[in-house]
T-cell receptor, first 114, second 116 residues
């Protein structure tokens, strides 16, 4: 297992287009998280899965955002009708299902909305 | 509101010197803390963690100190090396008390620059 993988690493899109990011967590981790990071800021929590169940969503996750983890393994984060304010690094992390819940992050998917 | 913050946004140190990066937190319910290192173009990388029942924990060249009285966390890096240049984040969590452990709150980060 090479850690948390994210794809694509970079995405440039025009405003109004839809984009989808994929995350493959560490195989034995049953918890998966999505964070957003803008320049000069720390990561901000978006949503969290335990296995296939989405247990919490941040208020940052507007109705244009949707995340899935259909089989409790990989996850996708889709942004519909992108806006320039969506430009950010989208980080995926996973953790084991017991204390301590150390997050292992992927390298991130950088989104630029023109 | 509840927040995690840092006293210094940037820190420059001479190679070989010790570095101290500080973090203040305001949520008294937080009982688990992690320091992350983020290099340019990469995701945050775990450095060291500490639970609230401890006040000090040491790793390889790093030490984390926790002062719950003043809600202060620090990361000490001994003999700082060029490879330590990165942004460092502290993150707090109530994960040892709730069932989910998903509520990590990150500070804005401190950029550490190591001078030759």
């Amino acid at each position: 297992d090479t850690g948390v993988s994210q794809d694509p690493r970079h995405k440039i899109t025009k405003r109004g287009q839809n984009v989808t990011f994929r995350c493959d967590p560490i195989s034995e981790h049953n918890r998966l998280y999505w964070y957003r990071q803008t320049l000069g800021q720390g990561p901000e929590f978006l949503t969290y899965f335990q296995n296939e169940a989405q247990l919490e969503k941040s208020r940052l996750l507007s109705d244009r955002f949707s995340a899935e983890r259909p089989k409790g393994s990989f996850s996708t984060l889709e942004i519909q009708r992108t806006e320039q304010g969506d430009s950010a690094m989208y980080l995926c992390a996973s953790s084991q299902g017991h204390i301590p819940y150390v997050l292992t992050f992927g390298a991130g998917s950088r989104l630029t909305v023109l | 509101g509840e927040s995690v913050g840092l006293h210094l946004p940037t820190l420059s140190v001479q190679e070989g010197d010790n570095s101290i990066i500080n973090c203040a937190y305001s949520n008294s319910a937080s009982d688990y803390f992690i320091w992350y290192k983020q290099e340019s173009g990469k995701g945050p990388q775990f450095i060291i963690d500490i639970r609230s029942n401890m006040d000090k924990r040491q790793g390889q060249r790093v030490t984390v100190l926790l002062n719950k009285t003043v809600k202060h966390l620090s990361l000490q890096i001994a003999a700082t090396q060029p490879g330590d240049s990165a942004v460092y984040f502290c993150a707090e969590n109530k994960g040892l008390r709730d069932n989910y452990g998903q509520n990590f709150v990150f500070g804005p980060g401190t950029r550490l620059s190591v001078l030759p």
